[in-house]
């Protein structure tokens, strides 16, 4: 009986210590994320306000001669104003949305901050990242305006500020073809996850399979057996999800 009696006591501590555990590993998995999600608002909100100030600059300081074509400077007034205003949504949405989030009770945890950030958070957050989207290629136009306006009494007015226009149409395509193309549909996924695989899968392979598999291992091996993940879940958060 004593011996029984002893086991259950173990059992029960057991389970407590258990408990606890993974209550603090809540906790710790909760700070992770809302750290997360700060650090990603803060980096939107510290760029869109970046080039919000210098657009705002652009507008104040430059020179706008008096003979300039008033078609040109309307169109030059409208694009700096979309701008500022794109980068404005973008920074005060984010700033919000900060603000709340590091209000999150990471140790109560009456709603999981998954849930919070998808009813209260990802749609503000998806309209700050589509301004930013927006406002980048906005404040190149701005670049090559300011050309215009600024060598519009100059000589070489045609050539100084198809250069910078060039340049400026350049980094638009490349924004749009290949940043954007890339990384804009799968910031705006919640699930979305990197998923780097260990090089120790690769080794283990390579010494198990015959020479018929070389090309297929040193192909996993020119790629580090990494993969850009949309909405893919690892074993161990499909673990947690059941």
Known sequence: MADMAWEVKCREEDM??????????????????????????????????????FSMVVLVESQIPENINSVVLTFFGLIVAI????????????????????????????????????????????VALRAFSVGVPSFMIVVALVAWVSFWNHQSLYYSASVVTAISLMLTIYWFANTHRKWGDFLL??????????????????????????????????????????????????????
């Open 83 to 126: 701008t500022i205003a794109l980068m404005l949504v973008s920074t005060l949405n984010s700033t919000y949305i900060l603000v709340a989030i590091l209000r999150y009770d990471c140790v109560e945890r009456s709603v999981p901050f998954d849930v919070f950030w998808r009813r209260r958070c990802e749609a503000d957050w998806k």
């Open 16 to 53: 407590k210590q258990r408990a606890l555990e993974n209550e603090r590993h809540a906790i710790d998995d909760a700070r992770r994320s809302v750290d997360e999600k700060a650090q990603q608002l803060k980096v939107l909100a510290n760029q869109s306000a970046l080039i919000a100030g």
């Open 189 to 242: 996924m919640s699930e979305a996850r990197i998923l780097t695989r260990g090089m120790s899968f690769a080794a283990a392979s390579k010494s198990g399979s015959s020479e018929g598999d070389h090309s297929s291992v040193d192909l996993r091996d020119s790629l580090q057996l990494s993969s850009l993940a949309i909405g893919e879940l690892s074993e161990s958060e499909m673990k947690l999800k059941k």
